[in-house]
């Protein structure tokens, strides 16, 4: 059984960053794909960014050219970097897993394990 805790969240303004990490506890298939979902008030849940067995990594259109996803397996630590923030980036942010090895951005629907998530607000 995977366990996964975040950290890194907060409040910034619009323009700010922020370094999420993901630390990952227990056993996950080297064939997984790992990435980050958020989930905003009121809207529903929204891939962020995920990186396969390869290491090649997928962006939601909304967040693409700001947020950056990264992996260190050495640490079994997984980080989103998000730089230019804006306030629609306002969520809670998820880090998890999925059996799906894809080249895709996935649905958060396809993942089948994640964290308690952490909080992102972005104020104008």
């Known amino acids: 059984q995977v366990q996964l805790v975040e950290s890194g969240g907060g409040s910034v303004q619009a323009g700010g960053s922020l370094r999420l990490s993901c630390a990952v506890f227990?056993?996950?298939?080297?064939?997984?794909?790992m990435g980050w979902f958020r989930q905003a008030p009121g809207k529903e849940r929204e891939g962020v960014a995920n990186?396969?067995?390869?290491?090649?990594?997928r962006y939601a259109d909304t967040v693409k050219g700001r947020f950056t996803l990264s992996q260190d397996n050495a640490k079994n630590t997984l980080y989103l970097q998000m730089n230019s923030l804006k306030p629609e980036d306002t969520a809670t942010y998820y880090c998890a897993t999925s059996a799906i090895d894809t080249f895709r951005i996935l649905s958060p629907r396809e993942y089948n394990s994640w964290g308690q998530g952490t909080q992102v607000t972005v104020s104008s």
């Open positions: 990186i396969n067995s390869d290491g090649s990594t």
């Open positions: 227990g056993y996950i298939s080297s064939t997984d794909c």
